[in-house]
T-cell receptor, first 115, second 112 residues
Framework: DARVTQTPRHKVTEMGQEVTMRCQPILGHNTVFWYRQTMMQGLELLAYFRNRAPLDDSGMPKDRFSAEMPDATLATLKIQPSEPRDSAVYFC?????????????FGNGTRLTVT | GQNIDQPTEMTATEGAIVQINCTYQTSGFNGLFWYQQHAGEAPTFLSYNVLDGLEEKGRFSSFLSRSKGYSYLLLKELQMKDSASYLCAVRAPGGATNKLIFGTGTLLAVQP
């Protein structure tokens, strides 16, 4: 089965350090999403790419977060500098734009802890 | 604005039926999705509704009323493995997008 791959699965870092999370979307999918999940807020959309172009990053703190898609097989989410409030699970999802069902497929997430 | 409401937690008994409700107020609508998420795992797709009515898929069914901004997920013949979070998500309007806005999820505990 094709799946979205995220690395690392877990990351513990100290406040102020840079964190980079990586995502390999399903081959052939033309949209990639970054979501952050916490107990209080649920799944929040951070950034969204279609055909590698950023379409919406309004949910992302611009001063410290950045998202890129250097090629069709790699999406990255960086936090610099990281803060304890960034501790969460970060999910990448990919899909195909369609008027039909076209669900998003999620990776297993990166669990980030900032101390 | 976007507002999607679900109950935070529910408890049900093995073998029973449970209904998980979702109400939404969003700026535009282009379909509603239900996802299941087991603890520590990724959300996985369960069902999709874009027209009013009931969609049935095995033990799981999902209902949509667009005029009421309301959906529910119905789980029949509950099994212990159905203990999970159930996430309601609305897709943004427009044919060239599959952006999903999620509710905070309903944590379902199935008891013996």
């Amino acid at each position: 089965d094709a799946r979205v791959t995220q690395t690392p699965r877990h990351k513990v870092t100290e406040m102020g350090q840079e964190v980079t999370m990586r995502c390999q979307p399903i081959l052939g999918h033309n949209t990639v999403f970054w979501y952050r999940q916490t107990m209080m807020q649920g799944l929040e959309l951070l950034a969204y790419f279609r055909n590698r172009a950023p379409l919406d990053d309004s949910g992302m703190p611009k001063d410290r977060f950045s998202a890129e898609m250097p090629d069709a097989t790699l999406a990255t989410l960086k936090i610099q500098p990281s803060e304890p409030r960034d501790s969460a699970v970060y999910f990448c999802a990919s899909g195909l734009t369609s008027r039909g069902v076209s669900p998003l497929h999620f990776g297993n997430g990166t669990r980030l802890t900032v101390t | 604005g976007q507002n999607i409401d679900q109950p935070t937690e529910m408890t049900a008994t093995e073998g029973a039926i449970v209904q998980i409700n979702c109400t939404y107020q969003t700026s535009g609508f282009n379909g509603l999705f239900w996802y299941q998420q087991h603890a520590g795992e990724a959300p996985t797709f369960l069902s999709y509704n874009v027209l009013d009515g009931l969609e049935e898929k095995g033990r799981f069914s999902s209902f949509l009323s667009r005029s009421k901004g309301y959906s529910y997920l119905l789980l029949k013949e509950l099994q212990m493995k159905d203990s999970a979070s159930y996430l309601c998500a609305v897709r943004a309007p427009g044919g060239a997008t599959n952006k999903l806005i999620f509710g905070t999820g309903t944590l379902l505990a199935v008891q013996p």
